[in-house]
């Protein structure tokens, strides 16, 4: 049976998840995975957090804390983030904790340099002989060299943007202690992307098809690919493998070496807590898996050309991914989206105000599929009320209060005389239907929230056509036949709503009196009219409750 494994880029701990992140790499991968579950396919879900590298290093000692308490407190606060807006992976887990991470990092290691795509390199490096380590660029200050700006950091210089050469840097001092560094020289291994590119990764990022975005950025990266150095003077990371003996005291794993091997780290921890440890490589190492990476379009120079260098290399039977549906960037209108927390825009605060499946929706409606996009707090107000409350709340509202005032709060029956006269009303006359999950299955999360509303209005227009409340006066039995139906759509409403908004879904999934969850029904598709009806007439209904209550703009402060 064919398999989808689905990751979300693994946030860098050192800060927040923010609304840029879940509209680019992390609600798509949860609605993705919920749709192919539902079209009954073989999904897992895989994410986390990156827990290396300066920039940790760092921000943690200017915070106080030890490295690992210091990522620890940021993954913590990503699932906090997860589950506030309901999205779920089959693991969510971090490269400083994961268990089989560290050795898996190294066999990657070994198995590039047994099969010919490591080099090694001497080179001078700037050594502090005060705190007895080489520092890595942005733990160096200097003058830079280009425009004579005054602290420029050892990989960048604010004032003009030049690339450093932390060489070449005037005045160079050591940004923990203050001392001047001094010149040493130090051994590093480097990936040999040319000669992977030559090899393999070239004709196949060539022959492969990707989304419109992705396609664009990607044609200029073949050109000028690099050696890459896989290791850095660092203590916080990944040690070497034994291996390479003496050489490798002092130094760990580059952290975007290590990072993309948390993918598979992480699945290899799942499947050892279920009980199933070798089955990851079903997953990884199979070739019915179709590999599925959500990211930022900053990622893309990784998740296209680097990870699938790296997959390849190792020759073990690694999958390359078959779809990089990178997003492009989402922005706060006006702004900046400002994560501290009891902020407006820290999420589990933002959704305790506003709902999971609201924010969720309005992500999905302005999400950065083919261009940068923005949040905007008028709009997503005003998709709350219109497309959600007026569209989908209503059409609910409008039916099942009616039911439960004037039908004995049951759904009623199709009467055989009214069947194809409804059948073609609701499918061909009120307006366009569309598959929500082909759009998702097709990365067009923005058309399949459109789905959802446009179809809701199809039963909208259905009812106005039909006027249940004069037939019920004129003709009774008609009437039942038009609640009927209109209780048919309903049930279909809840099913297309589920990958998107699970929770509402099954609130009128629960509303119709209906059992069971409704993520595990089989995707509904489009509606055939010998077969779309499906609901046992007499069924009671639940409670009938507002989906969508109305929202306010928030005074402006
Ligand atoms: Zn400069
Ligand atoms: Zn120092």
């Known amino acids: 049976m064919s398999r989808t494994l689905v990751t979300s880029a693994l946030l860098y701990a050192n800060g927040p998840l923010h609304f840029g992140h879940i509209a680019g790499a992390y609600l798509p991968a949860d609605i993705y995975t919920r749709a192919l579950r539902m079209a009954g396919e073989d999904v897992l879900a895989v994410s986390g957090s990156d827990d290396h590298g300066v920039a940790i290093t760092i921000a943690a000692e200017k915070a106080g804390e030890d490295y690992a308490s210091y990522v620890a407190g940021w993954n913590a606060r990503m699932r906090e983030t997860f589950a506030a807006l309901d999205i779920r992976y089959d693991i969510v887990s971090g490269t400083s904790t994961s268990p089989p991470h560290a050795d898996l990092s190294r066999e990657f290691f070994e198995r590039l340099d047994a099969n010919g795509y490591l080099k090694e390199r001497t080179t001078d490096q700037l050594y502090c002989a005060t705190d007895e380590m080489f520092l890595a660029d942005r733990y160096v200050q200097g003058t830079c060299y280009v425009c004579g700006h005054t602290p420029a950091r050892g990989d960048e210089c604010p004032s003009c943007g030049t690339w450093i050469d932390p060489l070449k840097l005037k005045e160079p001092s050591c940004k923990i202690c203050g001392t001047a560094p001094e010149t040493r020289s130090t051994t590093h291994w480097y990936l040999d992307l040319p000669k992977l590119r030559d090899e393999k990764i070239g004709a196949w990022i060539k022959g492969h098809e990707w989304k419109s975005n992705v396609a664009g950025f990607i044609e200029n990266l073949l050109e000028d690919v690099p050696e890459r150095a896989i290791t850095r003077d660092m203590k916080w990371g990944v040690s070497l493998p034994a291996s390479v003996g003496e050489r490798g005291e002092g130094k760990v794993l580059y952290v975007w070496f290590d990072a993309p091997i948390g993918y598979i780290s992480f699945t290899k921890e799942l499947m050892v807590e279920r009980g199933t440890p070798d089955a990851w490589k079903d997953w990884w190492q199979s070739e019915d898996t179709s590999l599925v990476h959500f990211i930022g379009k900053d990622n893309i120079p990784f998740h296209c050309l680097v990870f699938p260098s790296m997959l390849y290399g190792a020759k073990d039977g ?46 999905c409606s302005s999400m950065p599929e083919t261009a940068d996009s923005e949040f905007s707090m008028e709009l997503f107000i005003q998709t709350a009320n219109t497309a959600l409350a007026g569209t989908i709340g209503n059409l609910a509202q409008r039916v099942l209060k009616f039911i439960d005032k004037n039908a004995e709060g049951k759904i009623p029956a199709i009467h055989d005389d009214h069947r194809a006269e409804m059948d073609a009303c609701i499918l061909n006359e009120c307006g366009a239907i569309e598959d929500p999950v ?86 509904p598709g489009l509606p055939r009219a010998e077969t779309w009806r499906t609901l046992r007439a007499g069924t009671p209904l639940g409670e009938i409750v507002a989906m969508f209550p109305r929202l306010e703009l928030p005074e402006t402060e």
């Open 438 to 523: 082909e759009h998702i299955r097709a990365f067009r999360f923005r058309r399949a929230a459109e789905a959802i509303v446009q179809n809701a209005a199809v039963g909208n227009r259905f009812i106005d056509q039909m006027a249940p409340w004069a037939l019920r006066k004129e003709d009774p039995v008609k009437g039942e036949s038009s609640l009927a139906t209109l209780c048919e759509w309903l049930s279909w409403t809840a099913r297309w709503m589920a990958p998107i908004m699970p929770t509402k879904a099954q609130e009128l999934w629960s509303m119709l009196g209906q059992q069971g969850q409704v993520l595990d029904q089989p995707a």
């Open 318 to 363: 690694y999958v390359l991914p078959a779809h990089v549906p990178a997003n492009e960037f989402y922005n706060l209108k006006g702004g900046k989206f400002s994560t501290s927390e009891g902020n407006a825009f820290d999420i589990p605060n933002f959704v305790e105000q506003y709902g999971a499946d609201v924010t969720r929706f309005y992500l």
